[in-house]
């Protein structure tokens, strides 16, 4: 484990960025506090955990811009106790915010050896994510439904299986909500989408972004 007294400049400076550049939802800011960036990072990545990038954690993936994962917690703005799927596990830190949210948390992974090492460190951490190795593309049936349900990776349309795992509205609460960043390898927009009844979906795009590919939905 690292010393974390090292990190806790370098954390601080990110939260101000973030608050610069529009993240305003201090209980994202509060986990983004809490949660020890440099624990999900590549030993050769070290010096840069608290910089505003996403880096790479083997295998062809990345964890997630800080920005990135400020911008989908905030949009998504889980509740505590809510259920939330994330698809795409990838290092684990997007899960350690969820679940310093209070969210209860589920997350796919369908890299093994990255499924593996990442469930183990969320235990390590005291963080009860549970974690899952399988194509996210088919959700969790299971687990279903989720209060709301968080892609980490740019998928070239949108799941029909993600949206009938969202839950229903109830009264006058909305339905389940789920962000995810809808296009080609290139360039995806990241799109926010909440279930208003049984196939009916309230649709907004929102800012460009730039993921890995899901998996299993691939572009050219
Ligand atoms: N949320 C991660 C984090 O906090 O580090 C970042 C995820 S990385 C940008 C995208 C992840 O999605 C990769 O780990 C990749 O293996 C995973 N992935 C891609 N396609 C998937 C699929 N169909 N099902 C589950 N995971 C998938």
């Not at 295998?59 to 990135?68: A, D, E, F, G, N």
């Not at 795409?88 to 969210?103: F, H, K, N, P, V």
């Not at 460190?121 to 209060?147: H, I, K, V």
Request: aromatic share 8%.
């Amino acid at each position: 484990m690292t010393e974390d007294w090292k990190y806790e400049r370098r954390r601080s400076r990110l939260i101000e960025e973030l608050r610069e550049k529009g993240i305003a939802d201090e209980r994202v800011l509060a986990a983004i506090g809490r949660v020890q960036r440099q624990l999900f990072v590549e030993q050769a990545f070290l010096s840069q955990s608290y910089h505003d990038v996403a880096l790479p954690i083997g295998l062809k993936q990345t964890i997630s811009q800080p920005y990135t994962v400020a911008y989908q917690s905030e949009t998504l703005a889980p509740k505590p106790g809510e259920r939330i799927l994330e698809i795409g596990t990838g290092s684990g830190y997007q899960a350690a915010i969820l679940c310093e949210m209070g969210a209860r948390v589920y997350s796919i992974e369908r890299i093994r050896p990255l499924y593996e090492k990442t469930s183990a460190l969320l235990r390590q951490l005291g963080y009860t994510a549970n974690c899952r190795f399988s194509d996210g593309m088919a959700g969790w049936e299971t687990m279903a439904p989720f209060d709301g349900i968080i892609v980490t990776a740019g998928a070239l349309e949108v799941p029909d299986t993600l949206l009938k795992q969202l839950s229903l509205p109830e009264g006058m609460k909305p339905g389940g909500r789920l962000i995810i960043p809808v296009g080609n390898r290139k360039q995806q927009t990241m799109t926010y989408i909440v279930r208003m009844g049984e196939n009916e979906f309230d649709r907004v795009e929102m800012e460009a972004c730039r993921f890995v590919p899901l998996l299993g939905n691939t572009v050219g």
